[in-house]
Nanobody
């Protein structure tokens, strides 16, 4: 089992930045990659970004590419999502997830999930 805990969410204004963190614990040796997804009530879960712990593989969702930066620190077992130039449409609950192999945007490939952190962006 891998336990995940997100932090860093909050309320900001459009154009501001936030950095989300996802701390992994437990069987972290079984985790190959981390993904970030977001969800708005009543809508489908949306892929945001993914990164392998080595940093060699990265993938971004179309709606956040060039604004968000994903990173991972294996020594701290923590993944990060730097969100810049936030827009009201970025408002959602953000979840991090762990996969034992590269899964990219393939949501079912992620075995473990955090509880989510709310990001609110006002115009």
């Amino acid at each position: 089992q891998v336990q995940l805990a997100e932090s860093g969410g909050g309320s900001v204004q459009a154009g501001d930045s936030l950095r989300l963190s996802c701390a992994a614990s437990g069987r972290t040796d079984s985790s190959y990659a981390m993904g970030w997804f977001r969800q708005v009530p009543g809508k489908e879960s949306e892929f945001v970004a993914a990164i392998s712990w080595s940093g060699e593989q990265k993938l971004y969702g179309d709606s956040v590419n060039a604004r968000f930066i994903v990173s991972a620190d294996k020594g701290k077992n923590t993944a990060y999502l730097q969100m810049n130039s936030l827009k009201p449409e970025d408002m959602a609950v953000y979840y991090c997830a762990s996969a034992s192999k590269w899964s990219g945007s393939y949501r079912p490939g992620y075995e473990f999930w955090g509880q989510g952190t709310q990001v609110t962006v006002s115009a």
